[in-house]
Nanobody, 127 residues
Framework: QVQLVESGGGSVQAGGSLTLSCAAS????????MGWFRQAPGKEREAVAG????????NYAGSVKGRFTLSRDNAKNTLYLQMNSLKPEDTGLYYC????????????????????WGQGTQVTVSS
């Protein structure tokens, strides 16, 4: 099974930027459903962004649309999340996730679409 390791989290002030990386233990080109989720203290895990429809289409939560960009580099087996104009409400533990190999997902924003999860990287945005 694929293993996912996130990195790139940290503490920034509001308006700042961070880029998260998710390194996979194997070739990700055949993982058509990959995405990012986050969980703030005391809140449920929520979807941030996902790639679906064969791995070519991205989908974003409304709260991050226009500020965050999801991308993948199959040659490096890495998924990225570029986060700009960060807000305090973006604070949380960010998780990378992947669906089954060769499995399509319909939205990329539903937790049940994913099989594999990383351990998370903390993002803290101060006002």
């Amino acid at each position: 099974q694929v293993q996912l390791v996130e990195s790139g989290g940290g503490s920034v002030q509001a308006g700042g930027s961070l880029t998260l990386s998710c390194a996979a233990s194997e070739y990700i080109a055949s993982y058509y459903c990959m995405g990012w989720f986050r969980q703030a203290p005391g809140k449920e895990r929520e979807a941030v962004a996902g790639i679906y429809a064969g791995g070519s289409t991205t989908n974003y939560a409304g709260s991050v649309k226009g500020r965050f960009t999801l991308s993948r580099d199959n040659a490096k087996n890495t998924l990225y999340l570029q986060m700009n104009s960060l807000k305090p409400e973006d604070t949380g533990l960010y998780y990378c996730a992947a669906g089954g190999r060769g499995v399509y997902c319909s939205t990329g924003l539903r937790a049940y679409e994913y099989t594999y999860w990383g351990q998370g990287t903390q993002v803290t945005v101060s006002s």
